[in-house]
């Protein structure tokens, strides 16, 4: 990673964490006291042991009150260390929570290109990631990393005011070494960490990816196939972790020599000192305390900064999901979409998912208010691409699109999907209870509402039946529940949120012939007075629409009411003639 990134990384965090400055103060108070009461440790032991050196003087007494502050001045660097870990803990949390839930609502208000292209268990496995990752660089770098050089600087001063200046210069030039040589090994490693993180990421996605097609791994006999692929990932993950320990191994024994090498060379000049009888036992005693007190946070001191370094280029994987840009906006002039009769107007729409790519050419038609339209033909005509953007999923790449004379670019989208419902094609349903998925279109309803929309979706019956009723789980998407059952909980909780507009994507696809007629005529009773736009496949769920687009190729190639097309005996008949005696009815 890039120092650029890191410091990137870094302002991304701090905003977060200075919402809070009174407690990071208070937290940098305590951690100077405590850092005080440290250094001060080995001066008083100092003054303790010549008191009890017979060489010094000719009478030997207990040195009491310099014990007791020995004593009290470890108990004051400990208090202050816990007051200030305590202090510091809502800041920590806190930020770890703004950030996720942060990043949470960002990606629910990125596009829905996003979306079809994004891996989840590697969005999983980054926030995750990132959020310890957060949790372990406000905890050590402002607590050990900090401490570390502020406690250097109060030993080199210390050194210097009281002895020859080559104590503080080796002091100063082994941490100094210590610190370049970590550097550089540091960033040597951190290739190996990627390459991990990278393949932890790509392997967990297609374990994931896997476990959802859990029924499709089985309809073709490819477990062997699915678990060759992630062992195969895994086994990337694998070289660059042994590479990582090996590494960690170098450096380790590299700062072991340097802290050796430091340690010995004040140790003989501490040891000169006293036998040439320019140092007492006491300065001896001073100077150890102080080295093991120095390096041996030093020591750990790598061990942070390499986790540091490791914490950043989590948190680096997670704030590019912040960075994300929104490829759908609110203007900051967008005003609340005001229903009158709910009358829906394409004007002239043309729509490229990408540049090379044409789904929609020239689409001009119009719904009045109260009516059902219904938009029918081949897969891939572009039936669907007219929903997305109704509901505001992508703009036209040219063109508009209007509700009551509203231009739906010019308003809210909160507004504007509030007023929309949609039962899609592919219903998805939340690893929760079915009362939970049903009452999901209108959270604060009540549980008669929520029973009377299972009602009127023919499906409260089959619930009623059930060992647990209401509360019975529909596992993870679903998948408990055929696709029948799945798409009439679509439809009672899309009734439940009673919109203005009513969208139903192939609602009665995955229906048996019993089912999708009763369901047809309670959707022909809720969607009266209301705004109908049906997607559908087959044409006689929509022989009663008030009128009927007929799509090729992402352009409108007829329209009309269902005898009118008949008559004209163009592509809708031909596909009504297909349906009703082709060969695909037997």
Same mark, same amino acid.
């Given at each position: 990673?890039?120092?650029?990134?890191?410091?990137?990384?870094?302002?991304?965090?701090?905003?977060?964490?200075?919402?809070?400055?009174?407690?990071?103060?208070?937290?940098?108070?305590?951690?100077?006291?405590?850092?005080?009461?440290?250094?001060?440790?080995?001066?008083?032991?100092?003054?303790?042991?010549?008191?009890?050196?017979?060489?010094?003087?000719?009478?030997?007494?207990?040195?009491?009150?310099?014990?007791?502050?020995?004593?009290?001045?470890?108990?004051?660097?400990?208090?202050?260390?816990?007051?200030?870990?305590?202090?510091?803990?809502?800041?920590?949390?806190?930020?770890?929570?703004?950030?996720?839930?942060?990043?949470?609502?960002?990606?629910?208000?990125?596009?829905?290109?996003?979306?079809?292209?994004?891996?989840?268990?590697?969005?999983?496995?980054?926030?995750?990631?990132?959020?310890?990752?957060?949790?372990?660089?406000?905890?050590?770098?402002?607590?050990?990393?900090?401490?570390?050089?502020?406690?250097?600087?109060?030993?080199?001063?210390?050194?210097?005011?009281?002895?020859?200046?080559?104590?503080?210069?080796?002091?100063?030039?082994?941490?100094?070494?210590?610190?370049?040589?970590?550097?550089?090994?540091?960033?040597?490693?951190?290739?190996?960490?990627?390459?991990?993180?990278?393949?932890?990421?790509?392997?967990?996605?297609?374990?994931?990816?896997?476990?959802?097609?859990?029924?499709?791994?089985?309809?073709?006999?490819?477990?062997?196939?699915?678990?060759?692929?992630?062992?195969?990932?895994?086994?990337?993950?694998?070289?660059?972790?042994?590479?990582?320990?090996?590494?960690?191994?170098?450096?380790?024994?590299?700062?072991?020599?340097?802290?050796?090498?430091?340690?010995?060379?004040?140790?003989?000049?501490?040891?000169?000192?006293?036998?040439?009888?320019?140092?007492?036992?006491?300065?001896?005693?001073?100077?150890?305390?102080?080295?093991?007190?120095?390096?041996?946070?030093?020591?750990?001191?790598?061990?942070?900064?390499?986790?540091?370094?490791?914490?950043?280029?989590?948190?680096?994987?997670?704030?590019?999901?912040?960075?994300?840009?929104?490829?759908?906006?609110?203007?900051?002039?967008?005003?609340?979409?005001?229903?009158?009769?709910?009358?829906?107007?394409?004007?002239?729409?043309?729509?490229?998912?990408?540049?090379?790519? =044409?789904?929609?050419?020239?689409?001009?038609?119009?719904?009045?208010?109260?009516?059902?339209?219904?938009?029918?033909?081949?897969?891939?005509?572009?039936?669907?691409?007219?929903?997305?953007?109704?509901?505001?999923?992508?703009?036209?790449?040219?063109?508009?699109?209007?509700?009551?004379?509203?231009?739906?670019?010019?308003?809210?989208?909160?507004?504007?999907?509030?007023?929309?419902?949609?039962?899609?094609?592919?219903?998805?349903?939340?690893?929760?209870?079915?009362?939970?998925?049903?009452?999901?279109?209108?959270?604060?309803? =009540?549980?008669?509402?929520?029973?009377?929309?299972?009602?009127?979706?023919?499906?409260?019956?089959?619930?009623?039946?059930?060992?647990?009723?209401?509360?019975?789980?529909?596992?993870?998407?679903?998948?408990?529940?055929?696709?029948?059952?799945?798409?009439?909980?679509?439809?009672?909780?899309?009734?439940?949120?009673?919109?203005?507009?009513?969208?139903?994507?192939?609602?009665?696809?995955?229906?048996?012939?019993?089912?999708?007629?009763?369901?047809?005529?309670?959707?022909?009773?809720?969607?009266?007075?209301?705004?109908?736009?049906?997607?559908?496949?087959?044409?006689?769920?929509?022989?009663?629409?008030?009128?009927?687009?007929?799509?090729?190729?992402?352009?409108?190639?007829?329209?009309?009411?269902?005898?009118?097309?008949?008559?004209?005996?163009?592509?809708?008949?031909?596909?009504?003639?297909?349906?009703?005696?082709?060969?695909?009815?037997?």
């Amino acid at each position: 990673m890039k120092s650029s990134q890191d410091w990137q990384a870094i302002r991304s965090l701090l905003p977060y964490v200075w919402q809070y400055k009174t407690r990071v103060i208070l937290a940098l108070v305590l951690l100077c006291l405590a850092k005080v009461a440290n250094v001060s440790v080995p001066l008083v032991l100092k003054g303790a042991v010549d008191a009890l050196d017979p060489q010094l003087q000719d009478v030997i007494y207990l040195p009491v009150i310099l014990l007791i502050a020995y004593g009290l001045l470890r108990l004051a660097s400990t208090v202050f260390n816990e007051l200030r870990d305590a202090l510091f803990a809502k800041v920590i949390y806190s930020s770890v929570r703004h950030i996720a839930g942060n990043i949470f609502s960002h990606l629910h208000r990125l596009s829905l290109r996003f979306h079809l292209q994004r891996q989840t268990g590697g969005i999983s496995r980054d926030i995750e990631r990132g959020s310890r990752g957060i949790t372990f660089l406000l905890n050590f770098m402002i607590f050990n990393i900090l401490p570390t050089l502020v406690e250097i600087a109060l030993v080199t001063i210390i050194l210097l005011s009281q002895y020859d200046s080559i104590f503080a210069i080796i002091t100063t030039g082994t941490t100094l070494v210590f610190i370049i040589f970590t550097l550089i090994i540091t960033e040597w490693r951190m290739r190996f960490r990627r390459a991990m993180n990278e393949m932890d990421s790509a392997a967990n996605n297609q374990a994931i990816d896997s476990l959802i097609n859990y029924e499709t791994v089985k309809y073709f006999s490819n477990e062997a196939f699915e678990a060759s692929r992630y062992d195969s990932k895994l086994a990337v993950w694998e070289k660059s972790a042994i590479r990582n320990q090996t590494s960690l191994a170098v450096m380790n024994m590299g700062q072991g020599f340097i802290i050796a090498a430091g340690l010995t060379a004040l140790m003989l000049l501490a040891g000169k000192g006293v036998v040439d009888g320019e140092m007492t036992i006491g300065d001896l005693v001073l100077v150890n305390a102080y080295l093991l007190q120095l390096y041996l946070p030093l020591g750990f001191l790598g061990y942070i900064y390499r986790e540091i370094r490791h914490a950043l280029a989590d948190m680096e994987r997670m704030f590019d999901l912040l960075n994300q840009g929104e490829e759908i906006n609110d203007r900051n002039d967008a005003t609340t979409l005001a229903i009158t009769e709910g009358h829906i107007r394409f004007n002239h729409v043309d729509f490229d998912y990408e540049p090379d790519r =044409s789904i929609l050419k020239q689409i001009d038609f119009e719904v009045p208010g109260g009516q059902k339209i219904a938009i029918v033909g081949a897969s891939g005509s572009g039936k669907s691409t007219l929903v997305r953007l109704l509901f505001r999923f992508y703009d036209p790449t040219s063109g508009s699109i209007e509700i009551d004379g509203q231009n739906i670019r010019h308003v809210t989208q909160q507004s504007l999907r509030q007023v929309i419902g949609v039962v899609p094609q592919d219903t998805v349903l939340f690893n929760d209870s079915l009362f939970y998925n049903i009452q999901y279109g209108c959270p604060e309803a =009540s549980p008669e509402a929520v029973i009377k929309a299972a009602r009127q979706a023919h499906i409260h019956e089959f619930i009623s039946s059930l060992p647990h009723g209401y509360n019975t789980l529909v596992g993870e998407r679903g998948l408990k529940l055929s696709g029948g059952e799945k798409q009439r909980i679509a439809i009672a909780r899309t009734l439940l949120k009673n919109p203005s507009i009513l969208v139903f994507d192939e609602a009665t696809s995955a229906l048996d012939s019993h089912s999708e007629n009763a369901i047809a005529q309670q959707l022909i009773q809720i969607s009266q007075h209301k705004t109908t736009l049906v997607i559908a496949h087959r044409l006689s769920t929509v022989v009663d629409a008030d009128n009927i687009l007929v799509m090729k190729d992402g352009q409108i190639i007829e329209q009309g009411s269902h005898q009118n097309l008949l008559d004209r005996k163009g592509h809708y008949a031909d596909m009504w003639k297909l349906q009703n005696h082709g060969p695909q009815n037997f």
